[in-house]
């Protein structure tokens, strides 16, 4: 084995390790598998956690302690949809919290879990998708008559990923929503080999949904790079010869 071919060295400094995690089965979840009009349902507002998923979060806090990644995660951050917060306290925060309305700091030995905007699910038309009110304020973001593009969830993505490297931590969680974690994997794929960016954004499918990336309350890990400082020349960092993202297939199954 040629192992020059395999290691490259980078500053600490300049990487960071993402765990990202899909929210436990929520009931927007079980009633889109037996009919997707009823995800238009106003009694679907905000999607709380089922019954199932609660039990596929306290399996995965179980499995986040037993491994032993919760002593080295300094940062949670949270779509703020419900279902989102529920998975977030539930997994990382306070035993128990598993209604997301802890405080913004768990407790002691947990770390600080944040609701960021930028990460939500796909903005519009269904009401399981818009969330409730949040100091005050409502859901200015969620539009009843027009389902958010592609094209602009991408766009979103770009920004939460440029935001995400301002943060002074290094290890991080991100707890969102299958299409946006989707997204996000394509970003970190777009200068990988074929073979990492293949593994990277691996999908399956659901016969109600169609093809989707993480299923519910699964978690995947990555280690991250930025490159922006680095000479673009170097055989070291050239993506000719190296993946922008080395993946560490921590899955959790649930």
């Avoid at 691996?202 to 680095?230: H, Q, T, Y």
């Amino acid at each position: 084995m040629n192992t020059t071919a395999a290691q490259f060295p980078y500053p600490w400094q300049r990487c960071k390790i993402v765990h990202l995690v899909r929210h436990g089965q929520a009931m927007h979840n079980v009633e889109g598998d037996k009919n997707r009009e009823a995800l238009l349902s106003p009694h679907l507002f905000d999607a709380q956690l089922s019954p199932l998923g609660l039990q596929q979060v306290d399996k995965l806090r179980k499995d986040v302690h037993a491994s032993g990644i919760l002593k080295r995660i300094e940062l949670v951050i949270t779509s703020p949809l419900y279902r989102t917060m529920q998975t977030a306290f539930g997994v990382f925060g306070n035993p128990g919290s598993h209604d997301g309305k802890s405080s913004a700091t768990s407790a002691v030995n947990c770390p600080q879990i944040m609701a960021v905007e930028l990460c939500r699910d796909r903005l519009g038309v269904r009401p399981c998708d818009m969330r409730r009110r949040m100091d005050d304020e409502d859901d200015s973001m969620w539009n009843p008559d027009v389902r958010e593009p592609e094209e602009e969830i991408a766009a979103r993505m770009v920004l939460f990923m440029k935001w995400l490297w301002t943060r002074p931590e290094q290890e991080i969680v991100i707890v969102s929503h299958g299409i946006i974690l989707q997204h996000i994997l394509y970003i970190l794929g777009n200068d990988c080999h074929q073979t990492v960016r293949t593994d990277l954004c691996k999908r399956f499918l659901n016969p109600a949904w169609g093809f989707f990336s993480f299923d519910n309350c699964e978690l995947r890990s990555v280690v991250i790079v930025d490159k922006s400082l680095m000479g673009a020349d170097s055989q070291v960092c050239s993506p000719r010869h190296v993946a922008k993202e080395k993946v560490l297939r921590e899955q959790v199954s649930n």
